[in-house]
């Protein structure tokens, strides 16, 4: 297959990230004997610096052309530490979302056996958990009217969704619920919320397509709760998109690190996938960001275009990396990995798996060849 990926790697650890996840996919492409061919362009604060545009026209039009966009993180402290700034990096990635009818966001959330105790919550809440979170991506609060008034005391966002935006999410929550465990949670606050009263009785119609699929309903306070008490009930979650957007961030401590959580944004056109952290500008250039959660955004990626078999070579290959803690410092305090390394190994994994396997650990320290 020949795929045309366009790079926004962003702000931050950003790009030290995304160039693991391309090294990864190149590891694929030789393996599996397909052409990726990767192009770069700027997004977030990067591009305000140099053309005072989050989202410059030029990155736009790259991305609708394109296969599929595979993105880094934005943000930078001299915008998130400026409220009044008028230009800020995540306008761009709204615009983004929006452009390329990006609906629905995807993010699979796992608690890895090998990293249970790295969790701060319990082995015996988190074992076994595996869920994904259908948030919705174009609509609501983001991106419904705002107001101030003259003064600036007086401030207002519109929340507001149609029954189209609600239908096609809920038909691709329930077509991922059927293929896992059938079972699909809405979490909505149809108990205040008109609009969540319309997603409820939208949801609802839509169910009665999908019998074999179970359908129950939490409060989002609620789910917050037992996500934390008990996240292994969980199969698909489905959501709105404020809700989506919290309780994604709150899921990302079952793991033990934020790190580990990859993400896809879909439309009916065109898909983007991230890691769902941010830029961390603290730790740029430093050769300590996890790039896991990028280089499973790739495998969903290869995932998008039914390359499973791909796909699943390099979740293979992440859970050899855990199991080997051949890990970066977050979760592994005293780990001598850095993020080449991780990826080294990861890519060097994909292109190795089938041989006699021996890991020369003195080589995985120096980035050399991890398999021999």
Not at 150 to 168: H, M, N, P, V, W
Not at 178 to 186: E, Q, S, V
Not at 299 to 324: P, T
Request: aromatic share 8%; glycine share 8%; with cysteine.
């Amino acid at each position: 297959m020949k795929l045309n990926i366009a790079v926004l790697s962003g702000d931050g650890i950003g790009p030290e990230v995304t160039a693991q996840a391309i090294k990864t996919l190149n590891a694929v492409a030789d393996v599996y004997n397909h052409t990726f061919t990767f192009k770069e362009a700027l997004a977030g604060a990067i591009a305000i610096d140099k053309t005072g545009d989050p989202l410059p026209q030029e990155t736009l039009d790259l991305c609708l052309e394109y296969d599929a966009v595979l993105f880094g993180a934005i943000g930078d402290p001299k915008y998130d530490n400026d409220p009044s700034a008028k230009v800020r990096p995540e306008q761009g990635l709204l615009k983004l979302r929006k452009s390329l009818g990006l609906f629905t966001n995807i993010r699979p959330i796992k608690a890895y056996p090998t990293l249970i105790d790295k969790s701060p919550l319990k082995r015996d809440r988190i074992e076994g958990t595996d869920l994904t979170i259908y948030r919705e991506l174009t609509g609501g609060i983001y991106f419904g009217e705002k107001k101030l008034n003259e003064q600036g005391t007086i401030a207002s966002d519109l929340c507001e969704y149609s029954e189209k935006e609600i239908e096609r999410i809920a038909h691709l929550a329930f077509k991922a619920a059927r293929n896992r465990k059938k079972k699909l949670t809405l979490v909505d606050k149809a108990n205040v919320l008109e609009t969540s009263r319309l997603w409820r009785k939208v949801v609802t119609n839509i169910g009665k397509s999908y019998e074999d699929v179970e359908l129950d309903y939490l409060f989002v306070d609620n789910a917050a709760m037992q996500l934390i008490l008990n996240p292994s009930q969980f199969d698909v979650i489905l959501t709105e998109n404020m809700f989506g957007d919290i309780i994604s961030d709150e899921g990302s401590v079952i793991g033990g690190s934020i790190g580990l959580l990859a993400s896809a944004s879909v439309g009916d056109e065109n898909a983007m996938f991230e890691p769902i952290h941010g830029s961390f500008p603290q730790a740029k250039g430093k050769n300590i960001a996890n790039p896991v959660a990028s280089i499973l955004s790739a495998a969903m990626l290869l995932e998008h275009f039914g390359l499973n078999e791909e796909a699943q070579a390099i979740n293979k290959a992440v859970d050899k990396s855990l199991e080997m803690k051949i890990v970066t410092t977050d979760l592994n305090p005293d780990s001598q990995y850095g993020t080449e390394q991780v990826g080294d190994f990861i890519a060097d994994y994909i292109a190795h798996a089938e041989d006699s396997i021996n890991y020369n650990q003195e080589n995985i320290n120096y980035g050399q060849s991890t398999i021999i």
